[in-house]
């Protein structure tokens, strides 16, 4: 696509839900990021994937969370058991190249838990 | 230790003027890259502008400069003629080379308020 997608923009779930977060990144880059950015704070690295794999998925903040990518193409952010503390805005970057300074964002999926 | 420091939390600028933006960072790697992004109400992070830390010139992409100060470590934003469409979280933003360091490391961002 032109940009990068992300779904849902807004997500309201209850304490103790699981969620599940889409990145569509640009066609052809092979790099994707998630980060995550709490109320007027910046962003907070967590995870990276270079095609399908994730060579680090050391920011993931708890074992609630995990990604996948499948296809070198979307990633799915899933928050198991949600809590109040994982309320925030989750953007999703990708790049064409590991690294590159290319980074485009998505809008950002805000994730309220209640 | 903060590897990214933005001192200003917020800011207000008559429009048309110019506004600099603060940005200091901490890394012992000679090799790095810094960025800053904007990012309007609508929550996307918009890239403005790359410096790299061997780049021999300030870099500048329209009415965005950045002012390099590699001795001092800083490397604010000058952001010329202002318009109100500059509203918006300003974030500054390093990634230590080589390539393998991937992350972006990220201040708390500026808040720039652009009065008519």
């Known amino acids: 696509g032109a940009g990068v997608s992300q779904s849902p923009s807004n997500k309201v779930t209850e304490k103790g839900k699981d969620v599940e977060l889409r990145c569509d990144p640009i066609?052809?880059?092979?790099?994707l990021y998630w980060y995550r950015q709490s109320l007027g704070q910046g962003l907070e690295f967590l995870i990276y994937?270079?095609?399908?794999?994730?060579?680090?998925k050391s920011g993931l903040p708890s074992d609630r969370f995990s990604a996948e990518r499948t296809g070198g193409s979307v990633s799915t952010l899933t928050i198991q058991r949600t809590q109040q503390e994982d309320s925030a805005v989750y953007l999703c970057?990708?790049?064409?190249?590991?690294?590159?300074?290319?980074?485009?964002f998505g809008s950002g999926t805000r994730l309220t838990v209640v | 230790a903060q590897k990214i420091t933005q001192t200003q939390p917020g800011m207000f600028v008559q429009e048309k003027e110019a506004v600099t933006l603060d940005c200091t960072y901490d890394?012992?790697?000679?090799?790095?890259?810094l960025f800053w992004y904007k990012q309007p109400s609508s929550g996307e992070m918009i890239f403005l502008i790359y410096?790299?830390?061997?780049d021999q010139q300030n870099a500048t992409e329209g009415r965005y400069s950045l002012n390099f100060q590699k001795a001092r470590k800083s490397a604010n934003l000058v952001i010329s003629a202002s318009q109100l469409g500059d509203s918006a979280m300003y974030f500054c933003?390093?990634?230590?080379?080589?390539?393998?360091?991937?992350?972006?490391?990220w201040g708390a961002g500026t808040k720039l308020i652009i009065k008519p």
């Open positions: 970057a990708s790049s064409p190249r590991q690294g590159g300074y290319g980074y485009t």
């Open positions: 066609s052809g880059h092979t790099a």
């Open positions: 994937f270079q095609g399908n794999s994730a060579p680090d």
């Open positions: 890394t012992s790697d000679p090799s790095y890259g």
């Open positions: 410096q790299g830390s061997y």
């Open positions: 933003a390093m990634r230590e080379l080589p390539d393998s360091n991937y992350q972006l490391i």
